[in-house]
């Protein structure tokens, strides 16, 4: 009988005690009373055959609920953020500049301590386990219908053929589905997103507008000399200075985003020779617009690959930026290139010239050839040496496919 009456008063406070954390501060006078002695009930104990049942007063049963505080804190930030982003997109349509929010040091400090290396290495053998042939084509569908992805470009629409996620992620395309534009000097080398472009002032690169990186920071410095990635310089110059090597020339930037329902190749943006590349072992944190927007050098604070080297008109670069769950990066003729790898640390580069004495020169690249290619998407910087008289094709925020215009002399 006591087992009883204390399983049926345990029910009673399961169902009571989310009833008066809604209700307590009501406007009915009687009801807010009734709540208000309920509160107030003391300790009780009943004797089972099995245990001794202690049930506390509701009043300390609120103060023990830590789910759903989180809950309702979490969800409140994250109504009040999607606000956030409702009236930026608001006043963008009005034509207003909306001055960016940058994280905090510690922001940065608390994201930058997620194991997102490890993640992103668990997702990558995750995408290589093979699918049975029934899964494919919902697990298929699903990222299509999630992304937007058009199969129909892709060389191969079966969705039977591609055995894992790793082999979807890095379908090839039709040759006809992407002309290479042969009337402009630099295309697009990926599909993606155009985060920013322009000029290089004051060794400063912009990110997306308003946030900006160090250009010295983000392709590291030079070399030795006897393998230098980038021409020497004089004391007093600035590390942009360094980069521009023939006189009357600028420097010019371009950023491009991958999305998840991109392509995931990149090619040569232009006809140049590779002499060099640095691998920045890095944080893999998110690159998409929005965070870019928050956190200032987010490129900086990445794994990156960047390649140098010369075109007709003096410097030419290309970096592959990494992303959470895009720790691999690949680029097709260095095969001594192993990204995401435990055995680099943060906060170190490893560099390797392509220059030697059976080659002096380097790789070279033509305009549209195959260069590498990401796991899933991420962001590619095109920094490059041109005369001043450079065009970009192109407007901040727009679409562009691999093969299309980004500007010419």
């Given amino acids: 009988m006591a087992a009883s009456v204390g399983q049926r008063y345990l029910r009673l ?21 009734c709540l208000q002695s309920l509160r107030k009930l003391p300790l009780r104990a009943f004797s089972t055959n099995a245990r001794k049942v202690h049930t506390a007063p509701v009043r300390i049963l609120f103060l023990f609920r830590p789910l759903p505080f989180l809950f309702v804190t979490g969800g409140g930030y994250a109504g009040y953020r999607q606000y956030e982003k409702y009236r930026e997109r608001e006043l963008e349509k009005l034509g207003r500049d909306i001055p960016p929010k940058l994280a905090s040091h510690w922001e940065v400090a608390l994201y930058k301590s997620v194991p997102t290396r490890l993640l992103s290495r668990a997702w990558g053998r995750l995408n290589q386990v ?15 219908w999630t992304f937007g992805v058009n199969m129909k470009e892709a060389a191969v629409e079966d969705l039977h053929h591609y055995r894992n996620l790793s082999e979807f992620f890095r379908r ?3 040759p ?10 630099v295309i697009s080398p990926s599909d993606g997103k155009i985060l920013s472009f322009g000029q290089v002032k004051n060794s400063e690169v912009e990110q997306v507008k308003g946030v900006t990186y160090s250009l010295e920071s983000f392709l590291g410095p030079r070399a030795s000399p006897g393998d230098p990635p980038f021409p020497p310089a004089t004391s007093h110059s600035s590390f ?11 420097l010019y930037h371009c950023v491009i985003y991958l999305a998840p329902g991109d392509y995931h190749c990149f090619h040569s943006p232009t006809d140049w020779t590779v002499s060099h590349r640095r691998h ?6 998110s690159v998409n617009p929005g965070m870019a927007r928050w956190i200032k050098e987010l490129f900086c604070h990445n794994e990156r690959v960047v390649l140098t080297g010369d075109w007709k008109h003096g410097f030419f670069s290309l970096t592959a930026v ?31 010239s392509f220059v030697t004495h059976a080659n002096k020169e380097g790789i070279p690249m033509r305009k549209g050839e195959h260069l590498g290619e990401f796991n899933l998407g991420s962001t590619i910087v095109l920094i490059f040496e041109a005369p001043k008289d450079f065009n970009f094709k192109l407007k901040a925020g727009q679409k562009i496919r691999f093969g299309e215009a980004l500007g010419s002399l």
């Fill in 240 to 250: 942009r200075n360094q980069l521009v090597t023939r006189e009357g020339n600028e």
């Fill in 13 to 33: 406070l399961r169902w009571v005690t989310p009833l008066t954390s809604s209700l307590y501060h009501c406007e009915n006078p009687a009801l807010s009373h």
């Fill in 322 to 352: 990494g992303a959470t769950n895009v720790g691999s990066i690949r680029i097709y003729f260095d095969r001594d290139l192993h990204t995401n790898s435990p055995r680099y640390s943060k906060g170190s580069y490893n560099d390797f």
């Fill in 280 to 285: 920045f072992p890095g944080s893999l944190m």
């Fill in 172 to 174: 090839k395309l039709k």
């Fill in 176 to 185: 006809q589905a992407r002309p290479v534009c042969g009337l402009h000097s």
């Fill in 130 to 144: 093979e699918l049975p042939h029934w899964l494919r084509r919902p697990v298929y569908s699903l990222y299509i």
